[in-house]
């Protein structure tokens, strides 16, 4: 049931990542799986941190910042 949640999660992070980062020229479909790799990215970096989560609305958040920071090297990437 886990990996259930994480799964709508991150579709749920990647879409509002996508609204966050406007105009980085993504389809929906890229920044919905752009949020489930934030989704993984946003636990390293939350471990790195020491932050731990303890409800789904702390995984989506984790998630976002992940995904927002995805969106941001990739647009980056995009530039050159």
Do not use: C, D, Q, T
């Not at 259930?4 to 990647?14: D, E, P, T």
């Not at 020229?25 to 939350?46: K, S």
């Not at 989560?53 to 984790?62: E, K």
């Amino acid at each position: 049931m886990e990996i259930l949640w994480s799964i709508l999660v991150g579709i749920a992070a990647g879409a509002i990542a996508g609204w966050i980062m406007k105009g980085s020229g993504y389809g929906i479909l890229v920044n919905l799986l752009v949020g489930l790799v934030g989704g993984v990215l946003g636990g390293w970096i939350y471990g790195l941190l020491g932050f731990s989560i303890h409800s789904v609305l702390g995984m989506l958040l984790m998630s976002v910042i992940g995904a927002v920071v995805l969106l941001w090297i990739l647009s980056l990437i995009k530039r050159k």
